[in-house]
């Protein structure tokens, strides 16, 4: 894994624009693997503001989300699709139908498998961006998960429910299931981008550095990645080291 540490959110953001705006840019057909939360917001602005002002074409791109909330629809404004539209697909030139995140209304199962189909169908993807739960979670595989899972239904931990409780107006309107890839679709990604930034991610941050390759910690299994790159804020990092 390479870490770069930068100032803060605003640097970070800039760095993960430019990353992604350059494999886009090298490579028009991209297979991008997309994730929400609160982190990756400025950098899609940034990608929507790179879009207006210099052009870079997202019309040949096809992008991949990590996960949905089981229950809520597209049209729910808490829900990842909306989320997709609100902060990024409605304001750069990616057709629609390019752009595809699982189906939290979908038949269980055959939902899971149509999802991993889809992404194998398209070659894989090049660029998967993530950020980093608390608990370590990367899209929603809490942890336990197994490594070699692929996109799964799974249980929502009470803590993960509150961390987004603020979204909902209150931890019992938050959904106790999502739909996510799998450890083992993430690490299938030719590339990876994760980005963490605040004090609140700071313990993730030092379990991530130090703790060993374990599934009590989900963002461990990056460490069996090649091509791993995480971007850190200093609120993240307080007094941890970053390696070298
Ligand atoms: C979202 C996702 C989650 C978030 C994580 C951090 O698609 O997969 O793993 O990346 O919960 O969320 P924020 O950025 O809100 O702290």
């Known amino acids: 894994m390479k870490f770069i540490q930068v100032k803060d959110y605003k640097h970070l953001s800039r760095e993960a624009a430019?990353?992604?705006i350059n494999r886009v840019r090298q490579k028009p057909s991209l297979k991008l693997?997309?994730?929400?939360?609160?982190t990756p917001i400025e950098t899609y602005r940034l990608l929507i503001d790179d879009h207006q002002k210099n052009g870079t074409s997202y019309k040949q791109v096809k992008t991949f989300n990590l996960d949905e909330y089981?229950?809520?629809?597209g049209e729910h404004e808490q829900s990842y699709h909306y989320f997709m539209k609100k902060y990024l697909f409605d304001h750069?030139?990616?057709p629609k139908e390019c752009t595809y995140i699982p189906n939290g209304n979908g038949q269980g199962l055959a939902e899971c498998n149509l999802y991993e189909d889809i992404i194998s169908q398209h070659g894989g993807i090049d660029l998967q961006l993530l950020g980093i739960g608390?608990?370590?979670h990367i899209g929603f595989n809490e942890p336990g998960t197994s490594f070699d899972s692929k996109t799964h239904v799974i249980d929502l931990t009470p803590s993960t429910r509150e961390a987004n409780a603020r979204f909902f107006n209150g931890i019992e309107k938050v959904p106790t299931k999502a739909i996510t890839m799998g450890i083992s679709t993430i690490l299938q990604s030719k590339e990876i981008l994760m980005i963490i930034s605040g004090?609140?991610?700071r313990e993730a941050?030092?379990?991530?550095?130090?703790?060993?390759?374990?599934?009590?910690?989900p963002a461990s299994a990056l460490k069996n990645h090649p091509n791993v790159t995480v971007i850190v804020d200093e609120a993240?990092?307080?007094?941890?080291?970053?390696?070298n």
């Open 92 to 94: 750069i030139d990616i």
């Open 70 to 73: 089981v229950g809520l629809s």
């Open 205 to 217: 941050l030092h379990n991530l550095i130090h703790n060993g390759i374990d599934e009590a910690f």
């Open 199 to 201: 004090e609140s991610k």
């Open 236 to 243: 993240a990092c307080g007094n941890t080291r970053l390696p």
């Open 134 to 136: 608390r608990n370590g």
């Open 18 to 20: 430019d990353l992604i």
């Open 33 to 38: 693997g997309l994730a929400t939360g609160e």
